[in-house]
């Protein structure tokens, strides 16, 4: 009875407000109190008719509430720029089986920026997908929503457990300075959102150091949450210098321990940087003074982050930024801190846990490579064809400035190993802009390549794909046009398209932040990827005037220089190995403390790895593998190489100089290892083309023999020439 009588109270209620209706949404008065689930089919249909009868548009306000209640709307009156509102439109409009609920799911899954999502919308998409069968797509959404609304997983409860445990293991050991129940909690969802089955420990409280010292579990990765309670003084008896001396003795004992648990498990870590303090311990003086809250803060987050690059299995956290969406007064709750000593409200420990869930996944498995960009609106203000160059907007003054200063970014990203290519709806003579516009900052040339045409975009980033020889997934689009970045989630799911701001004057800014741009480690040959690619495209366009292949190669005037694995550039060896999919025989994800076992520390663990440069360019370490021997047999447990130079004979010549330095060390028989993976079918008969015999398969991993014993010379490569540098019969 009593919802009942509730139902009737809002249905009479909103019957007496709809004559108001175009008052009140201009002044957004209590319809926005109102819950939309009471109301009839009838009054919203009245609502929309009053609104278009006063010349108004449904705002995105009311149409989130409407939609969210499980309402239909006019398409046409759907805000071009909300495509979760757009999505739910379509879930709430489809009311049978078809193959369209399967192709809703995976566009819903590819949203983007859903924390930036209302729960209510989100509630009602997760409603909608399980009432159509679609859970899994429920369950992600969820995941994905839950640091900034965690009442979004109450819907999916029941489907939670077997999706996480669908999902690739990972061991994760939680310590701190603090309680850490609730991150280890959340750290589960958090990682499920990632993509991983999180299966969490925790040391008990007041331990961390013994954790470090003396580890007692083990472990794929170790989070240490830090507070500044932990380092902050506790005695004002004392004098402020003695405390200060102090501190950087607590600091040398964290860092040591750092130091000693990575050497000990060489297992990966990931420690949260102190956040801001909310309030001053010494005033104007904080950052001054030896005992102010900020200045201990700083001196904490610079021993860190000296330890995090000298060390690369550690992960340093930025608390700041994972918490950015929290004031410094809402990162803390005072009663949990003196209940139960936890350092960070409920709110916090979300996002720190989503952070430490996609800072792992980033180590793991590699971040966004390439940047499609769109040109008008998006790299400048107007269209090229019916503006012209003089009329666009780009430049000093607003709102060119802001288009200026976004290029700057693309610029930034380039500098940390991005690629960068066009997509533009356009006559190819758009292109022109870039070398002729005054105030432009980008130039053709720092595109590796573009597609500038009047095709369907989905079309040609697939052509880009191809022809960069990268994955999908590797690709970030953005496109001020809401109509093509819906076009390509729906036909490129695996597309990262994030949504771009309306305001131009936002996007320098929101690019930044745009995490799945943010590198996890910058190596040297990162700011010259671009280049790598750009001597690539020279090469096809070689390939394609030769009359044969043979003198295309023979063309290319190519040079491999192998040397053993070093330090110098173990950075870069790991990163070909966790980034590598197509020409990558074992799989094999080594990270830099793995790959140092390879470093000559080990007679028995050796490793090599490749430069090639030609006539267009120095294409930088393109290819590298290790190997194990035991006796006189040896076994090459990973063989992974750019796909910059696949298909040219580049993976032959350098195995050719591998079998040869492993015969110098007496080797007489050779395993080679091929792991069949969804994008590695590339190199499935790259041992049998050279030569290698198959001997079996087992547990998934096919083996391939070679007798390399009195086998002089080794087999070689014409296009080629190899040279070694430095002591090749030496790890």
């Known amino acids: 009875m009593h919802n009942t009588a509730a139902t009737n109270v809002t249905t009479s209620l909103l019957d007496a407000l709809l004559a108001e209706a175009p008052v009140l949404v201009r002044t957004r008065q209590l319809l926005p109190a109102l819950d939309w689930r009471q109301a009839r089919p009838d009054q919203v249909g009245e609502l929309i008719s009053r609104l278009a009868a006063a010349g108004m548009k449904i705002p995105q306000w009311l149409a989130q509430d409407l939609l969210a209640a499980g309402h239909t709307l006019p398409e046409d009156s759907l805000p071009i720029d909300a495509p979760e509102l757009r999505l739910l439109w379509a879930l709430n409009n489809l009311s049978s089986t078809s193959d369209a609920e399967a192709s809703l799911a995976r566009e819903t899954e590819s949203i983007g920026s859903i924390e930036q999502v209302s729960a209510k919308v989100v509630q009602q998409l997760t409603g909608r997908l399980l009432a159509l069968g679609q859970t899994t797509a429920a369950v992600k959404l969820a995941l994905q929503a839950q640091a900034a609304a965690p009442e ?13 445990a669908s999902l690739p293991d990972v061991r994760v050991r939680v310590c701190g300075t603090s309680s850490t129940q609730t991150l280890a909690g959340a750290l589960r969802y958090a990682f499920g959102a990632s993509g991983f089955h999180a299966a969490i420990s925790e040391s008990d409280y007041g331990t961390l150091m013994t954790e470090l010292m003396d580890p007692r579990e083990p472990a794929d990765l170790l989070v240490i949450l830090l507070d500044q309670h932990y380092f902050m003084l506790q005695d004002w008896r004392r004098e402020p210098e003695q405390f200060f001396s102090d501190l950087e003795e607590r600091l040398a004992a964290l860092t040591d321990a750092l130091r000693s648990y990575c050497a000990r498990t060489n297992s990966p870590i990931i420690v949260t940087t102190l956040p801001a303090v909310a309030s001053p311990s010494a005033g104007y003086m904080d950052r001054t003074f030896p005992t102010g809250s900020a200045r201990i803060c700083a001196r904490v987050n610079l021993a860190l982050g000296e330890v995090a690059q000298e060390i690369p299995l550690v992960g340093l956290l930025d608390a700041d930024q994972a918490l950015a969406a929290l004031s410094a007064r809402a990162r803390a709750d005072q009663k949990l801190w003196f209940y139960g000593r936890f350092a960070y409200s409920e709110p916090a420990v979300r996002y720190l846990a989503t952070s430490i869930g996609r800072l792992w996944r980033a180590r793991s498995k590699g971040t966004a490579k390439v940047l499609a960009l769109d040109f008008d609106n998006t790299l400048w203000g107007g ?39 066009g997509l533009s709806k356009n006559n190819e003579d758009a292109l022109s802009v870039f070398d002729k516009h005054p105030g432009v900052l980008l130039k053709s040339s720092d595109f590796v390549a573009t597609s500038v045409n009047w095709e369907p975009k989905p079309d040609n980033i697939r052509k880009l794909a191809a022809d960069l020889r990268l994955g999908l997934d590797a690709f970030v689009f953005l496109d001020d046009s809401p109509h093509e970045r819906a076009a390509m989630r729906r036909m490129c799911p695996d597309v990262l398209v994030p949504e771009v701001p309306a305001d131009p004057a936002a996007r320098p800014q929101w690019l930044r932040a745009l995490s799945c741009t943010w590198p996890v480690r910058i190596t040297s040959e990162d700011a010259k990827r671009s280049s790598f690619y750009a001597a690539e495209v020279k090469m096809r366009e070689l390939r394609a005037s030769s009359v044969d292949y043979e003198q295309y190669l023979a063309s290319l005037d190519q040079r491999l220089s192998l040397q053993p694995l070093t330090a110098a550039i173990l950075p870069r060896v790991a990163q070909l190995h966790q980034r590598t999919n197509q020409f990558n025989l074992t799989n094999q994800r080594f990270s830099e403390a793995e790959l140092g076992q390879f470093c000559g520390q080990d007679p028995f663990r050796l490793a090599y790895a490749g430069n ?11 290819v590298a593998a290790t190997a194990e021997v035991e006796g006189d047999e040896a076994t090459i447990l990973s063989f992974v190489m750019s796909c910059r130079v696949i298909g040219r004979r580049v993976e032959h010549a350098f195995l050719a100089a591998v079998l040869g330095a492993l015969q110098t060390r007496g080797v007489r028989v050779v395993n080679g290892l091929f792991k069949p993976t969804e994008k590695n079918a590339i190199a499935s008969k790259f041992y049998a083309d050279f030569g290698f015999i198959g001997t079996g398969a087992a547990n998934g991993i096919h083996t391939s023999r070679m007798e390399i014993a009195g086998l002089v010379p080794m087999p070689h490569i014409a296009a080629l020439n190899v040279q070694w540098s430095g002591n090749h019969a030496c790890a």
């Open 152 to 164: 979004v997983l109450r819907p999916v409860k029941a489907h939670l457990d077997p999706y996480l």
């Open 383 to 421: 269209v090229y064809g019916d503006d012209g160059l003089a009329k666009l907007q780009c430049g000093d003054d607003f709102p060119g400035s802001a288009y200026k200063a976004f290029q700057q970014e693309c610029l930034r990203l380039k500098s940390q190993g991005m690629i960068l290519v």
């Open 612 to 622: 090639v440069k030609d006539r267009f360019g120095d294409h930088g370490l393109v």
